[in-house]
């Protein structure tokens, strides 16, 4: 006796574990700086640079980078800025104690404020959100056939399955130039820059991930004269990630986290600071799967002999649907605290923060909260940026109406499109469009069987068995299992009844002919 069994490989995403720390540090102004008379505007991110299990906590360690434009104190009053770090350590509990395999960041997200104490030492602090999981690759065995001498009937069961193909971690360099307009003026230092991934679109390819995207570049300088000026601009980029023995038939689930940015000045063909390089790193993980088609066993007999069936519970996965929507959001903001400060809005950035996501029986509710910031040129001589912040809360539903217990789901989201306007009387308009990716599956448990042992029949409890018997069928009733129930053929009922085809019905009245078993 042989067992034919197909393999397949599952990714299985563990429950992850939310943490929240806060980071308070005191930074010292570099000397080469000059003091700080007032800060404008700040901006710090959590970067995790290990992650190391430790008996029942996961240690994690980073630094938090930040960015601060200030005012100077000094003689005539200027903008200027500066860049520094300060690490941290955090010990996450791990109830049940920490299992063997990779841990990783899944989320994470900063919130950063920078204050003065005075003005050679500030006051840096970050409220830190994380969470933390592990993934895990399963190889699964199905069993699809038994070759045997003696004569068994089988029921099978056709599945379409979802099987990981490629899962891994790689990077995509990012360099881009872009050159300042004829109305600009010339750069002579950079104060100030962000840079956002707002859109990454892929497809598969033949042995290839295929990346578009766009990055949202803000850079706020000094001209060689004195002056300030800023460029604000959407900058495209594509390029491929190879990824060995995929084709566009598969499906697949990337993530990615811009990285290690660099932005610097750069001389065109006549020699003037009129350039501006941008380089960065994509982060991506990879998930690529493929659907399968599986017959797979799920019961046998034979007219021989008793069947004890072993079997091992499985877990598989089929594929529920793979979407890309967009949740648009409009919202007039009263801002009456700039009603005769504000001039001109040059520059806005946005953070996805979700609170809540939810499967429901209508598909996936996702609550959260769109926070904004602002940079405006306002009404003063001395100090002619001020900034703004706010929130805007937002509820979306991803649609999907086959949900059930057994649905998993991952979804990645971002902000995708942000524009801030001046509506006059203390009012701003702010429209955005949240991204959301989302990979749904459903979790499928089968009792697989993984060994059979034969066992004689009991001759004399079959001679006490009727040998024909008048059946009523009952709703869930199959003819596998009848003939199974009374040791007899799925054929030999359909002849026995004039039956065409297989398929019953409850309250149909039938005859079961018990098989001679001596003869067999």
Request: proline share 2%.
């Amino acid at each position: 006796m042989e067992f034919i069994k197909k393999q397949m490989h599952i990714n299985r995403m563990e429950k992850g574990i939310a943490d929240q720390f806060f980071v308070d540090d005191d930074y010292n102004v570099p000397d080469a700086k000059r003091d700080v008379a007032k800060i404008v505007m700040s901006k710090g991110e959590a970067k995790v640079e290990e992650i190391k299990p430790l008996e029942n906590y996961v240690r994690v360690t980073g630094n938090v980078y930040f960015q601060i434009l200030y005012v100077t104190e000094e003689g005539e009053t200027k903008l200027t800025s500066l860049m520094g770090k300060t690490p941290f350590e955090e010990m996450v509990y791990v109830e049940n104690g920490v299992e063997d395999g990779e841990y990783a960041v899944r989320n994470l997200r900063t919130e950063f404020t920078a204050s003065m104490i005075h003005s050679r030492k500030l006051s840096v602090k970050a409220l830190v959100e994380l969470e933390i999981g592990k993934e895990v690759t399963e190889n699964i065995s199905l069993t699809t056939e038994i070759e045997s001498e003696d004569t068994l009937y089988k029921k099978k069961k056709e599945h379409q399955l979802l099987q990981l193909h490629t899962g891994k971690r790689d990077t995509y360099r990012i360099k881009e130039e872009v050159v300042l307009a004829g109305t600009k003026e010339n750069m002579g230092m950079i104060l100030w820059t962000d840079v956002t991934n707002r859109k990454l679109d892929t497809k598969l390819e033949e042995d290839a991930l295929h990346l578009s995207g766009e990055l949202s570049l803000f850079c706020l300088y000094e001209s060689p004269e004195g002056k300030t000026d800023w460029i604000e601009q959407a900058v495209a980029y594509e390029g491929q990630v190879n990824c060995s023995g995929v084709d566009p038939s598969m499906y697949h689930y990337i993530t990615g986290n811009l990285s290690e940015v660099n932005v610097d000045m750069r001389a065109d063909e006549d020699g003037e600071m009129r350039s501006i390089g941008i380089e960065g790193t994509l982060d991506l993980k990879i998930a690529v799967y493929e659907e399968e088609e599986a017959e797979v066993l799920e019961d046998v007999y034979s007219l021989q002999h008793e069947c004890n069936l072993k079997r091992e519970k499985v877990r598989s996965e089929e594929l529920v649907l793979q979407n890309h929507s967009k949740c648009k959001l409009s919202e007039q903001l009263s801002v009456p605290e700039l009603r005769e400060d504000i001039l001109q809005i040059c520059y806005n950035s946005g953070e996805v923060q979700v609170e809540k996501m939810e499967r429901g029986e209508q598909g996936i509710q996702i609550e959260g909260i769109l926070h904004l910031q602002f940079l405006y040129v306002k009404e003063s001589d001395e100090v002619p940026f001020d900034t703004w912040q706010g929130m805007i809360p937002f509820s979306y539903l991803i649609e999907c109406d086959d949900m059930n217990e057994d649905t998993i789901f991952d979804v990645n989201y971002g902000l995708e499109q942000l524009s801030v306007s001046m509506l006059g009387s203390g009012e701003v308009e702010v429209k955005a469009v949240l991204a959301f990716h989302s990979f749904i599956r459903r979790q499928l448990w089968q009792n697989v069987i993984t060994d059979m042992e034969t066992i004689p029949f009991d001759m004399e409890k079959i001679g006490k068995e009727p040998g024909i018997i008048g059946y009523i069928v009952k709703e869930g009733d199959e003819l596998w299992d009848l003939a199974k129930q009374y040791r007899t053929t799925a054929e030999r009922i359909q002849e026995s009844n004039g039956l065409s085809k297989d398929e019953i019905k409850e309250g149909d009245r039938i005859l079961i002919f018990k098989e001679n078993m001596s003869i067999l």
